[in-house]
């Protein structure tokens, strides 16, 4: 089993910043893959991003060149989100599998809010 906690959400003005932060703890060894997705009022859940075992990282193109993925060796996974826009207003969800077919573990999400 495996235990995900994200914090850092808030609310913050467009163009500005924030980090967040997903705590991961459990049976970690079987995970290679961390991400972020985020889910609009009215919308699907969507990928931001993701880092895989080696380091390589995914980006969904609304993010790419503004948000960057990272990772710690305890799998700890960050979002550095920077020139927020109001569209990036969204629960964020911190996510953990094995492999991109695997569903795998859900953290309970932090609010971001980007007024305009």
């Known amino acids: 089993q495996v235990q995900l906690v994200e914090s850092g959400g808030g609310l913050v003005q467009a163009g500005g910043s924030l980090r967040l932060s997903c705590a991961a703890s459990g049976s970690l060894f079987s995970i290679n893959i961390m991400g972020w997705y985020r889910q609009a009022p009215g919308k699907q859940r969507e990928l931001v991003a993701r880092?895989?075992?080696?380091?390589?990282t995914n980006y969904a193109r609304s993010v790419k060149g503004r948000f960057t993925i990272s990772r710690d060796d305890a799998k700890n996974t960050y979002l550095q989100m920077n020139s927020l826009k109001p569209e990036d207003t969204a629960v964020y969800y911190c996510?953990?599998?094995?492999?991109?077919?695997?569903?795998?573990?859900w953290g309970q999400g932090t609010q971001v809010t980007v007024s305009s």
């Open positions: 996510n953990a599998r094995p492999n991109s077919l695997a569903q795998g573990y």
């Open positions: 880092i895989l075992g080696g380091g390589m």
